[in-house]
């Protein structure tokens, strides 16, 4: 589902999001839909052909053509109320000038931050099953547009953005995909205190999704979380 539009930028690969408010969309997203940890995509709109119809028509399966996602993870939660302080007396109540006042514009919002952990290319087959084309991670060489609406994902979209299958690893030679987490050095990278809480809650998930791969995500999840503790303890 739609959670959401992008609404600034603060670098290459961070991204404030709006969560959509009542009355914005049929369906108004719920805190679990936008929960931290939680996985996303954006379509890069700029690689669309400029046809701004193309993922409306890819969801709705009137389009079999490629379609390419950035696919990112919330990190931060921000509520905005710009009346917080403001605690004068007041005419009317809110829930009076919602009835009296109906186009009167409510600044509450909720923002989340998101990273970008790569990109994926996928198409709508006939039987209207998706299918995969590419998958990168690491830093896309596109940009987001302001906008740009942001998807949560589900748990198949999120395992196949994570299994590859290639010749370039020697696991994959046998014809096996394997489980690939080439964006932990970007995570690494950017400095942000709650960036290595969100790689543990990255990998509590990759556990539930890939039981195959227990042991070598449990030694992936006690290495961060040792250094997410020597990090603490300074």
Same mark, same amino acid.
């Given at each position: 589902?739609?959670?959401?539009?992008?609404?600034?930028? %603060?670098? !290459?690969?961070?991204?404030?999001?709006? @969560?959509?408010?009542?009355?914005?969309?049929?369906?108004?997203?719920? /805190?679990?839909?936008?929960?931290?940890?939680?996985?996303?995509?954006?379509?890069?709109?700029?690689?669309?052909?400029? %046809?701004?119809?193309?993922?409306?028509?890819?969801?709705?399966?009137?389009?079999?053509? $490629?379609?390419?996602?950035?696919?990112?993870?919330?990190?931060?939660?921000?509520? +905005?109320? /710009?009346?917080?302080?403001?605690?004068?007396? #007041?005419?009317?109540?809110?829930? *009076?000038?919602?009835?009296?006042?109906? %186009?009167?514009?409510?600044?509450?919002? =909720?923002? @989340?931050?998101?990273?970008?952990?790569?990109?994926?290319?996928?198409?709508?087959?006939?039987?209207?099953?998706?299918? &995969?084309?590419?998958?990168?991670?690491? =830093? /896309? &060489?596109?940009?987001?547009?302001?906008?740009?609406?942001?998807?949560?994902?589900?748990? %198949?979209?999120?395992?196949?953005? !994570?299994?590859?299958?290639?010749?370039?690893?020697?696991?994959?030679?046998?014809?096996? /995909?394997?489980? !690939?987490?080439?964006? &932990? $050095?970007?995570? @690494?990278? *950017?400095?942000?205190?709650? +960036?290595?809480? =969100?790689? +543990?809650?990255?990998?509590? *998930?990759?556990?539930?999704?890939? $039981?195959?791969?227990?042991?070598? +995500?449990?030694?992936?999840? #006690?290495?961060?979380?040792?250094?997410?503790?020597?990090?603490?303890?300074?």
């Amino acid at each position: 589902m739609f959670i959401g539009k992008i609404v600034k930028s %603060d670098s !290459h690969i961070n991204y404030v999001c709006q @969560i959509y408010g009542p009355r914005e969309v049929e369906i108004e997203p719920n /805190p679990a839909d936008y929960s931290f940890g939680r996985f996303v995509r954006i379509a890069i709109r700029s690689n669309q052909n400029e %046809d701004p119809n193309l993922a409306l028509d890819y969801a709705l399966g009137l389009s079999q053509e $490629p379609i390419t996602y950035a696919v990112g993870v919330i990190y931060d939660t921000i509520l +905005l109320n /710009p009346a917080f302080g403001s605690l004068g007396p #007041r005419l009317s109540n809110e829930t *009076q000038v919602e009835l009296f006042s109906p %186009d009167y514009i409510s600044e509450k919002a =909720v923002l @989340i931050y998101i990273m970008v952990l790569g990109m994926m290319e996928q198409r709508q087959r006939p039987d209207g099953e998706a299918e &995969l084309l590419s998958v990168m991670h690491g =830093v /896309p &060489l596109l940009s987001l547009e302001l906008g740009s609406e942001i998807e949560t994902m589900h748990d %198949d979209e999120v395992c196949a953005f !994570h299994y590859f299958s290639d010749t370039t690893n020697a696991e994959a030679v046998s014809g096996e /995909p394997y489980l !690939h987490m080439g964006y &932990l $050095p970007h995570i @690494i990278a *950017q400095r942000s205190s709650l +960036l290595p809480m =969100v790689t +543990l809650r990255i990998i509590d *998930q990759l556990e539930r999704l890939f $039981p195959q791969n227990l042991a070598v +995500l449990s030694i992936v999840k #006690r290495n961060f979380a040792w250094r997410l503790k020597v990090e603490t303890t300074g």
